[in-house]
């Protein structure tokens, strides 16, 4: 790649390996362009593909890479912007207020009630972590990956997941509360984003529903391409080390391949890069060779690529 990053540092040969829970990721030279543009622009990142290139994937890299705490929500057509900014528990508040009025005693503030989600932890981690009037509460505990920061800073790398599930408005109303950096609660006050934080937000989209065009124009976009053959090979060494059997990876690559060239003849849904990997890992661990005549690679191949569409 000759594209160096400003937002940043590239990893060797492109490649971030793994660390912890967080799984290697191959970089590409539109995905780290990318990926700046939406730094400079200031801009939530929408990155589509099909099931398994790796979108939610580079958000957990992203986040690695850059030592930043990292939230994700995975939506569905039930999620509200409530969900992920802040919940009010209405039942808790009718409990207490009955055991208040039973017991004597006085009903807590409806701050006690907020529930923060997603976006609050992100703007205002601090507030989100002590949002108790009288601090005697046990703090909620951080929903993600946390990870100490120079200074005391607090940036987050942030993932909404498949909001192409989303209703029709979610898109349109989570782009406002990104862009005003700004939560309004039940009583009508306001949980502001802490300016001496940092946020970057990725969106990932299967495309199973178009989204709002004003969504659209307001997003950085990008396309992850499905890998070609080098690209393949450098993604399966990656996750599986470099003593790789050639003669293996090569068969497994010329079968992605060969699906891709069948997938509009035979209405065959071309296998993701997490199955090319499922594919590899299952045939190291038995030693099973892509071969027609095998009962058992025919098994292993109806399992995992041969899906329809």
């Known amino acids: 790649m000759n594209y160096k990053p400003d937002f940043f540092d590239l990893p060797p040969e492109d490649t971030f390996s793994r660390v912890g829970d967080v799984e290697p990721y191959v970089f590409t030279e539109d995905i780290a362009i990318a990926v700046d543009v939406a730094h400079i622009t200031g801009r939530p990142l929408l990155v589509e593909g099909k099931p398994g290139c790796g979108k939610s994937r580079l958000a957990e890299a992203l986040a690695a890479i850059k030592g930043w705490h990292f939230l994700n929500k995975s939506i569905t057509s039930r999620t509200t912007l409530e969900d992920l900014t802040n919940e009010y528990d209405n039942l808790k508040r009718l409990h207490d207020a009955h055991s208040a009025g039973v017991k004597g005693v006085s009903l807590k503030s409806d701050w006690e009630y907020n529930r923060p989600g997603i976006f609050w932890w992100a703007f205002n ?65 306001f949980i502001d984003a802490d300016q001496t934080s940092q946020i970057f937000t990725i969106i990932t989209s299967n495309q199973e529903r178009a989204l709002p065009a004003a969504f659209l124009r307001r997003c950085v976009s990008l396309y992850i391409e499905e890998p070609g053959a080098d690209d393949l090979k450098k993604i399966a060494k990656s996750h599986l080390g470099e003593t790789i059997d050639e003669t293996l990876l090569e068969k497994i690559v010329n079968k992605i391949l060969d699906y891709r060239d069948r997938e509009e003849t035979e209405g065959l849904r071309v296998p993701g890069t997490s199955e090319f990997l499922d594919t590899l890992k299952v045939c190291m661990a038995r030693n099973i060779s892509p071969d027609e005549s095998s009962r058992v690679w025919r098994q292993v191949e109806n399992s995992i690529l041969r899906k329809k569409a």
């Open 125 to 189: 981690r601090v507030s989100a972590q002590n949002r108790g009037e009288d601090h005697q509460r046990e703090s909620t505990a951080f929903k993600g990956v946390e990870r100490k920061q120079k200074d005391g800073a607090n940036n987050t790398l942030l993932l909404i997941d498949e909001i192409d599930k989303a209703e029709p408005d979610l898109p349109n109303d989570l782009l406002d509360t990104i862009e005003r950096r700004r939560i309004e609660l039940r009583d009508g006050s």
